[in-house]
């Protein structure tokens, strides 16, 4: 196992809302360990852990908090420290959303590279999954199988020409997190911003910050970053969602057509199995009950 792991000293980024257009400036800042990640909603007062019992919506992004104090769309930034193995941070917002950026996780992971990674005096503890846990309903199915590292393979189908079904396995790494899976963007579908906007939604939405997906191609005159970059997004998005458990996962998860909503039960179900999983600590003791302590 490895140490624990912070960042050196603050960064700070701002930007605009996909969802709401509103604008926020962010400050990651050291965090001590066994803090996991952290968010203080300055503008409220208020203090939100990022954690599965913390999401209040899984509707387009994964949003945390509670009613009257809420910060939307934290998956990339969560993926981007997860995928760096960055383990307890403080993070800052005076607005209703992390921006987005250019829609991926490239600039996060830029910015809590250069802020340097600090080593803490402990363990950081992860669930080595032990038997097959299955989530399934009508839409998506995500199963964890036992692995002797972090592996996560997906595979998404649409009914559109540029789609169809991709399928990416990739064993992780910060390596070829960094190089694979942090530049991949978000996507939608120009049919669905008049939906999407009629309920609140993509209101930052933008070709600078997202894939845009018309009948016949792309909308972006940049192109793709990879030939697979929608189903490479959705990697990102599990990791950064997979990190509210709390823990690193040792294990080979698989995800056919998940998005937040199945990420987000699948983990629910997970800490409602704890015969199908260990939790390692530091002095290679194991528990099922040490979700309590962070």
């Known amino acids: 196992m490895r140490l624990q792991r912070t960042?050196?000293?603050?960064?700070?980024?701002?930007?605009?809302?996909?969802?709401?257009?509103?604008?926020?400036?962010?400050?990651?800042?050291?965090?001590?360990?066994?803090?996991?990640?952290?968010f203080y909603r300055i503008d409220k007062g208020a203090i939100i852990k990022a954690h599965v019992h913390s999401v209040i919506d899984t509707a387009f992004a994964t949003t945390i908090?509670?009613?009257?104090?809420?910060?939307?769309?934290v998956e990339h930034l969560l993926a981007a420290a997860a995928g760096l193995g960055i383990d307890n941070l403080h993070v800052e917002v005076?607005?209703?959303?992390?921006?987005?950026?250019?829609?991926?996780?490239?600039?996060?992971t830029g910015m809590l590279l250069e802020a340097g990674i600090a080593k803490q005096g402990k363990r950081m503890p992860h669930i080595v999954i032990t038997k097959p846990v299955v989530y399934e309903d009508?839409?998506?199915?995500?199963?964890?199988?036992?692995?002797?590292?972090?592996?996560?393979?997906?595979?998404?189908s649409f009914s559109?020409?540029?789609?169809?079904?991709?399928?990416?396995?990739?064993?992780?790494n910060e390596t070829n997190f960094l190089k694979e899976?942090?530049?991949?963007?978000?996507?939608?579908f120009l049919r669905d911003v008049e939906m999407l906007r009629a309920n609140g939604l993509a209101k930052g939405g933008s070709l600078e910050n997202a894939i845009v997906v018309g009948d016949e191609g792309i909308l972006n005159t940049s192109g793709l970053r990879f030939t697979d970059e929608f189903v490479r997004h959705k990697v990102l998005d599990t990791v950064g969602d997979m990190s509210l458990i709390g823990f690193p996962i040792q294990g080979h998860i698989l995800l056919e057509k998940a998005g937040h909503t199945a990420n987000l039960r699948f983990l629910k179900k997970l800490l409602l199995s704890p015969?199908?999983?260990?939790l390692r600590s530091e002095v290679d003791h194991i528990s099922h009950h040490a979700f309590h302590y962070r």
């Open 65 to 73: 908090g509670y009613e009257g104090a809420k910060i939307r769309t």
């Open 94 to 108: 005076d607005g209703p959303e992390i921006p987005i950026l250019d829609g991926s996780s490239l600039e996060l």
């Open 181 to 188: 899976i942090a530049p991949a963007r978000t996507f939608g």
């Open 7 to 38: 960042i050196k000293k603050e960064t700070v980024f701002h930007g605009i809302g996909l969802h709401t257009g509103k604008h926020a400036t962010v400050k990651v800042k050291p965090a001590p360990r066994d803090t996991g990640v952290v």
């Open 275 to 278: 015969d199908c999983y260990l």
């Open 138 to 156: 009508s839409h998506a199915r995500v199963v964890a199988l036992p692995h002797e590292g972090t592996r996560i393979s997906f595979s998404i």
């Open 160 to 172: 559109h020409h540029l789609l169809g079904h991709q399928e990416l396995t990739i064993d992780l």
